[in-house]
């Protein structure tokens, strides 16, 4: 039974209780008074003043109470729509006013909650449709490191985040890809925020303040498989903040880089369901990683020598297409080197084929130091090597290529406490003296070998003439170009 229709019964009863008193009392002066009839009148007269009023307390009570109840619970049936907007009688109660106004701020509340969890499943479904399309449409590093960083804006309320690189093992970092901070690389030798979480291989946390625990440990303080550190534990590098967590990111089993996200207005700690979140899709990139560097190994191995780990001729073909192409577009020379190792089969045989592979590997190594990184050193087959240089001319071949004969013939292969020493043999030619295209010069630069082993081995051979060279004791060069 409604609360308005319990004050309606007790004014009626009221009413009734009045009527019946009005009724005694009629009685009673149509039969005269004696003196218990005169008992019976007054108690019939307090009667009806107590229905009276009983009755008026009951409509005031209807119109301060229940009215006003009436008026909130209209209000709350438009809550889901906007404010309460309830219009109080004049005559409400403090009470009801006071309940009137805990149940608006508690709309209001409630309102910014839902408007906040509508924020973050929207950004959520954004961040997940942004990755699924760009896990499924790259093998692009660069790219999933892009979607990386603007997923974890999206998913926790922070200010900035940076992708960083393990650059030198075990902790040692480089940011490749930043949202929200000033542009430039940042270095961090196994500190701040992202450096405790790759040190530790842990999720790093900064909270203000840090919780009673127990002591920390290098720079943090190991909770439940996390590190929980003060704002002050930041690097100078890393963007100012209150709040922020880093999580490492593995693929095949070892540390490849760590995400970290920074808050720096948000004014609290991010939460455990949004690290979580954050931490979940994050777990779903690393097999996007793995994949892609799965894709990556394929690659280098279809492209490069297993033994040596130089370039293959598959390779350097390409690349030599490549160079050919822009030096005809741009006028720019490019010169190739054959190199092979004298009297190798002599190895094999005196010592074993482990020796052989040794001395290629040794042989290589010297090539690497030899070349710059924008040239291409390939095995070209068996114990012959090959060396691409881009915008280098007949002198800078043959300069390259006989510091490469005389390193290797200064420097024996080292087998535990024996020495095995061993030669090379070099043919060099250039682009446009000795061929215009790729092929040409290679087949100039092969023959120029075979003149080397044929004048005995350890010697470079210049693919054609006219050149004057004398690079020894500070001589001079000249190098005379084709007409």
């Not at 990386?148 to 902790?171: I, S």
């Not at 003060?230 to 709040?243: F, T």
């Not at 390409?318 to 160079?323: K, N, V």
Request: proline share 5%; aromatic share 4%; charged share 20%.
């Amino acid at each position: 039974m409604s609360l308005r229709r319990r004050f309606l019964m007790a004014s009626a009863l009221s009413v009734g209780a009045m009527l019946a008193a009005a009724g005694a009392l009629a009685a009673g002066a149509g039969a005269g008074q004696s003196g218990f009839q005169a008992v019976l009148v007054g108690a019939a007269a307090l009667a009806l003043l107590a229905g009276a009023t009983g009755a008026v307390e009951s409509f005031r009570a209807l119109g301060s109470v229940v009215r006003p109840l009436e008026a909130v619970a209209a209000g709350a049936a438009r809550a889901n729509s906007g404010p309460l907007h309830i219009r109080l009688d004049k005559r409400a109660t403090s009470e009801v006013r006071a309940v009137v106004t805990a149940l608006d701020e508690a709309g209001r509340d409630l309102r910014a909650r839902q408007r906040e969890l509508d924020g973050t499943r929207s950004a959520v479904r954004h961040a997940l449709t942004r990755l699924g399309d760009v896990l499924a449409s790259t093998h692009d590093f660069a790219g999933i490191v892009e979607a990386v960083v603007e997923m974890a804006l999206l998913v926790v309320p922070a200010d900035a985040a940076v992708y960083y690189r393990l650059v030198a093992a075990p902790d040692h970092l480089e940011s490749v890809h930043a949202r929200g901070v000033s542009p430039g690389a940042r270095l961090l030798a196994g500190t701040g925020l992202a450096g405790a979480a790759a040190r530790a291989r842990v999720i790093a946390s900064i909270t203000t303040p840090i919780p009673p625990s127990p002591p920390r440990l290098a720079g943090g303080r190991s909770v439940s498989s996390s590190l929980i550190l003060d704002p002050a534990d930041l690097d100078p590098v890393e963007p100012a903040a209150v709040a922020g967590v880093a999580v490492p990111i593995h693929s095949l089993g070892h540390l490849v880089g760590v995400v970290a996200v920074y808050g720096t207005s948000i004014g609290r700690p991010f939460s455990e369901d949004e690290v979580g979140l954050l931490t979940s899709l994050l777990r779903q990139v690393e097999v996007a990683l793995a994949n892609i560097e799965l894709h990556e190994q394929a690659r280098r191995d279809a492209l490069t020598d297993g033994v040596t780990g130089l370039w293959n001729r598959r390779h350097f073909d390409i690349r030599l297409s490549e160079a050919v192409a822009s030096s005809q577009r741009y006028g720019d020379p490019l010169s190739v080197a054959i190199f092979d190792l004298d009297d190798f089969k002599r190895i094999n045989d005196n010592w074993d084929h482990s020796t052989g592979d040794a001395a290629l590997v040794h042989f290589a190594g010297i090539l690497r130091k030899a070349t710059r990184d924008v040239d291409v050193a390939c095995r070209w087959g068996g114990e012959e090597f090959a060396v691409l240089l881009q915008r280098a001319g007949p002198l800078d071949v043959l300069t390259i290529a006989q510091r490469v004969v005389d390193t290797v013939r200064e420097t024996p292969l080292h087998r535990g406490h024996e020495q095995i020493p061993f030669t090379v043999s070099a043919g060099v030619a250039s682009y446009p003296w000795d061929g215009m295209n790729g092929s040409d010069v290679v087949a100039r630069a092969d023959t120029a070998l075979l003149r080397a082993k044929a004048a005995g081995k350890d010697r470079v051979e210049r693919a054609s003439s006219p050149i004057v060279v004398d690079v020894t004791d500070g001589g001079s060069a000249a190098v005379t170009p084709p007409s």
